[in-house]
């Protein structure tokens, strides 16, 4: 509605706004229970078909295997990033990491507290803009796992494709927080996936994790119980008081999602609020530019500089005045980001582009 502005932030993010009145029609009341979703008993029937509701519509979504456990955790996905070796390694256990921008890196500095990781391909020194071409990988050999980031939110760099580990017993372990849920994916090439909600599902304090049910029941002795994938699976995602209203915003989320057409029919429109944005990028003869290797572009962040930096704070100003907030570049890398995750309109996505083009003419 006219009163909501388009927001491009990485996260937090845009939320769909039918989840979002749907929500606050249920807030106060949440269907006859006479109590908002806030205030129940995590152990009570209503959660438990809540909860229940929310695993079985993911599970439609990315088709998930039987085998597969889907877990709804907290700590975000910076939690996973020790949750991973420690449920998965011992400490003298070699893993391997691909690292295509800064979330990949905090992974892999992050598993060298509990195991020993290798960074086999790193894009910083061309300043995370592609992805390395799998044959030329030197993979560890005796490796436990191959962990990649699918999603590079700050740098906008995307996996397309997946790397196979090449030791047979070796686990493609991925990070999809800001990629999850926006196309479809074949889960059964993978031994985890985890993702924090608050990019494309939900809001922040929830994180999912899918994993190979065989994988569980391995962890370190010193792991917290909080991080054990085995606590966590027994329980049901309820072996303390998990975040209730965040797991009820997902569900109502996935719902949202199958309703749309589910996945693929999700890819379609994201593909295509991409595409819009990148052609006027590559097509204003310079004056908006695209560090990213074209094959490798994220269909969820965009980043762009100007050929003049010093009208970039012009730009994001006159952006937020039309309703457009949230463009401004990570802190790290400077310049701007549209973050253009599902829940964002192909309608937003076109004013976007209509003020980048008269900004061009105003300013070129
Ligand atoms: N991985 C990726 C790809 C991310 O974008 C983020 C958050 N922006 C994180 C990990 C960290 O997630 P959290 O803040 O949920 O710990």
Redesign the pocket.
Known sequence: SSDRVFNFA??PAILPENVLLKAQSELYNWRGSGMSVMEMSHRGKEFLSIIQKAESDLRTLLNIPENYSVLFLQG????QFAAVPLNLCKPDDHVDYIVTGS?GDKAFKEASKYCKPKTIWSGKSEKYVNIPSFGSLEQTPDAKYLHI?A???IHGVEFKDYPVPTNENSLLIA?M??NFCSKPVDVSKFGVIYA?A?KNVGP?GV?IVIIRSDLIGNAHPITPVMLDYKIHAENKSLYNTPPCFGIYMCGLVFDDLIAQGGLSEVEKKNVKKAQILYDTIDGSKGFFRCPVEKSVRSLMNVPFTLAKPELEAEFIKEAAKEKMVQLKGHRSVGGMRASIYNAMPLAGVETLVAFMKDFQARHD
């Open positions: 990485a996260g975000g996905a910076t939690t979330w980031c999603n590079e939110t990070d927080s800001s924090g608050q922040s994180t």
